[in-house]
């Protein structure tokens, strides 16, 4: 039996997925990346806003049409549950985030006797699966590692806990066994990933065990580099600071998603309120050369036009290297759904808008000062005509820029070279490869 799948939603749902695919081929099933030639299609969802549930069922009812025997795992039917099901009966079974460990029993029942069934965790608490080995579905010169799951925060916008469970770690020493393994499937870029990377080991060391942890990673032959995202403001320790200024093989870049400016709209998220230009000039005082970027929410509920300039001021001073700015989407189950003054989606469009327009003229005059300058970047492949993709220590996979560069040699996917930068746009690079 052919069994094909389809993932929507953030690099945390890819290694879930993987972790899938992975515990399917131990188990003697035929993986196929051709869903059309499978007869079971898994749907991993994302839950995290409206657009991304829609885009998720979209992908469910084709699959339904199309008379595939469909499994859908993930935040939607962790979220819906019963409704989903409701909803469209054709389901052939349904897992929820914490229950990776019965997708193949699930499996198993279709194969027999088409039996629906459904493994859903009233709460869930996420065991990542040791001893499978996941199915990467892209292999390339990076790969993502996770470190935990689970959140302990209760952000005003966001449904995440109340879908993932508290905050649970790996052991040091399992995260860097896979970390091996990847590395002798020759990946050069290890990316670490949790709802809170910087949360990592309090749960199970009694204290930040991110430090620690690089510290280990920093140990692996041919490893080139290591990448951490999603780190909390107020856990952006010196120790942790310290750890990504001295560790050669961690790139100088720091993730942290700050959400707002003002102190009161701060507040009302159940965000840290604490100075964050401060936070700012420290990361860059302690970590030279260092490129910080962040996420920002405009118009959650209340937000003045005083409150959203605070924001404008903010970005304008702080001149972030990297910047994502996303419109409040109300969802149920958040402590901000039934909050007062909801904006019309027209002023928080506008407000976005404004915001992005500021953060992409800085980011042209960052990238102006790398023109002349030889930075590493990393080897991703090449365009259709022959332009090697590259991108610098100060670029993540996928949600920034890259570096299109030209060489009279080889150059293969993974490996560090030298680049002379000759010209440079909003978000991207141009340049050499030098011999």
């Not at 890819?14 to 035929?30: I, R």
């Not at 595939?68 to 079974?93: M, N, R």
């Not at 750890?243 to 709209?265: G, M």
Request: net charge negative.
């Amino acid at each position: 039996m052919k069994i094909s799948l389809i993932n929507h939603g953030c690099a945390k749902n890819l290694v879930d997925a993987e972790l899938m695919l992975g515990a399917l081929a131990k188990a003697g099933y035929n993986i196929t990346l051709d869903d059309t030639e499978a007869e079971i299609v898994i749907v991993n969802t994302c839950s995290f806003i409206h657009d991304a549930e829609k885009e998720s069922v979209q992908s469910i009812l084709e699959m339904v049409d199309s008379g595939k025997k469909v499994i859908v795992t993930g935040c939607l039917p962790q979220k819906h549950k019963e409704e989903l099901k409701e909803a469209i009966p054709e389901l052939s079974g349904m897992i929820g985030t914490a229950d990776i460990d019965k997708l193949v029993e699930i499996v198993k029942g279709i194969e027999r006797n088409n039996e629906y069934k459904c493994a859903i965790s009233e709460k869930p608490e996420y065991i990542y699966p040791e001893d499978i080995e996941r199915q990467q579905i892209t292999m390339g010169a990076s790969s993502y590692l996770k470190i935990g799951e689970g959140c302990n925060y209760r952000c005003g916008y966001c449904v995440i806990p109340k879908l993932r469970g508290k905050y649970i770690s790996r052991p040091i020493e399992n995260i860097v066994k896979e970390a091996n393994a990847l590395v002798k499937k020759g990946v050069t870029e290890i990316i670490l990933i949790a709802q809170d990377t910087s949360s990592y080991g309090i749960d199970l060391y009694g204290k930040q065990g991110l430090p620690k942890l690089l510290e280990e990673l920093n140990k692996i032959e041919n490893l080139s580099w290591i990448r951490i995202m999603y780190a909390y403001p107020s856990q952006m320790t010196d120790e942790l600071i310290d750890a990504i200024a001295k560790l050669d093989k961690v790139v100088k870049y720091v993730d942290i998603p700050l959400q707002h400016s003002h102190p009161r709209v701060l507040e009302s998220m159940r965000r840290p309120v604490m100075d964050y230009k401060e936070l700012i000039n420290k990361l860059r005082d302690k970590i030279p050369g260092v490129s910080i970027r962040t996420s920002l929410v405009v118009g959650y509920p209340g937000e003045t036009e005083e409150e959203f300039e605070h924001l404008y001021n903010f970005v304008k001073e702080v001149r972030f290297d990297r910047m994502g700015a996303f419109e409040y989407s109300k969802e149920k189950d958040t402590y901000s759904y039934s909050l007062k003054g909801h904006l019309p989606a027209k002023v928080k469009k506008q407000r976005r808008n404004r915001l992005m327009e500021l953060q992409q003229q800085i980011s042209l005059e960052n990238n102006e000062k790398y023109i002349d300058k030889t930075i590493p970047c990393i080897v991703e492949g090449y365009t259709d005509d022959g332009v090697i993709i590259m991108r610098s220590e100060h670029d993540a996979p996928e949600i920034d820029g890259v570096v299109y560069a030209t060489c009279e040699r080889q150059v293969v996917p993974g490996d560090i070279e030298n680049v002379l930068i000759n010209r440079a746009d909003e978000y991207d690079l141009f340049g050499k490869i030098l011999d």
